[in-house]
């Protein structure tokens, strides 16, 4: 069966990094598009970043670019968030999610996604 198992986060301090893992199993996942989405308390689930599954392209929220990186590793069947110059405003919860297969990928196309991590905790603060 498809599994999402998510690994890292944590507190930390602004202006730090954290890494968030996410390995996959049950399904071919280099094919598949992959998307990192995070969920603040009150707030609707937003997206953070995508790669595609054709080539390999990326696509950030404006709010994340230039400071947050997603990435794949196939042959591992894992993809990472690497973020950097956390910010408060950066707190919540975490998710990695499956999108469509040979599509491109689209952080706004939340219904193309159909499994979901568990969820990891990223709390930044002083």
């Known amino acids: 069966q498809v599994q999402l198992v998510q690994s890292g986060g944590g507190l930390v301090q602004p202006g730090g990094s954290l890494r968030l893992s996410c390995t996959m199993s049950?399904?071919?996942?280099?094919?598949?598009?992959m998307g990192w989405f995070r969920q603040a308390p009150g707030m609707e689930r937003e997206g953070v970043a995508c790669i595609s599954g054709t080539d390999g392209s990326t696509y950030y929220a404006d709010s994340v670019k230039g400071r947050f990186t997603i990435s794949r590793d196939n042959a591992k069947k894992t993809i990472y968030l690497e973020m950097n110059s956390l910010k408060p405003e950066d707190s919540g919860i975490y998710y990695c999610a499956r999108g469509l297969m040979y599509r491109t990928c689209a952080l706004r196309r939340m219904a193309e996604y159909d499994y979901w991590g568990q969820g990891t905790q990223i709390s930044v603060s002083s």
């Open positions: 049950g399904f071919t996942s280099e094919y598949y598009g």
